[in-house]
Nanobody, 124 residues
């Protein structure tokens, strides 16, 4: 089992920044990847960003590219999502997820473990 705990969400004005954290504990994979997803009210879950545990293979959705940065600290088993130039349409519950292996996937079903989510609200 892997436990994931997100933190760092909150209320911010448009144009502001937030940094989300996702701390992993429990069973560790020798090679695994992590991703951030988000889900806004009444909408489907959406892929946001992906990172291999090696730190490479960074992939972003078009909607956040250039504004969000995913990174990791292996020593802390933590993945971050730095969100800059936030827009009201970024408002959602943000989830981190883990999958075994290194291959990119934008599909939520490909991920084995999920955190409980953290709310991000961007006011206009």
């Amino acid at each position: 089992q892997v436990q994931l705990v997100e933190s760092g969400g909150g209320l911010v004005q448009a144009g502001g920044s937030l940094r989300l954290s996702c701390a992993a504990s429990g069973r560790t994979f020798s090679s695994y990847s992590m991703a951030w997803f988000r889900q806004a009210p009444g909408k489907d879950r959406e892929f946001v960003a992906f990172i291999m545990w090696s730190g490479g293979g960074l992939v972003y959705s078009d909607s956040v590219k250039g504004r969000f940065t995913i990174s990791r600290d292996n020593a802390k088993n933590t993945v971050y999502l730095q969100m800059n130039s936030l827009k009201p349409e970024d408002t959602a519950v943000y989830y981190c997820a883990v999958r075994a292996g290194a291959a990119l996937s934008r599909a939520g079903a490909a991920y084995d473990y999920w955190g409980q989510g953290t709310q991000v609200t961007v006011s206009s």
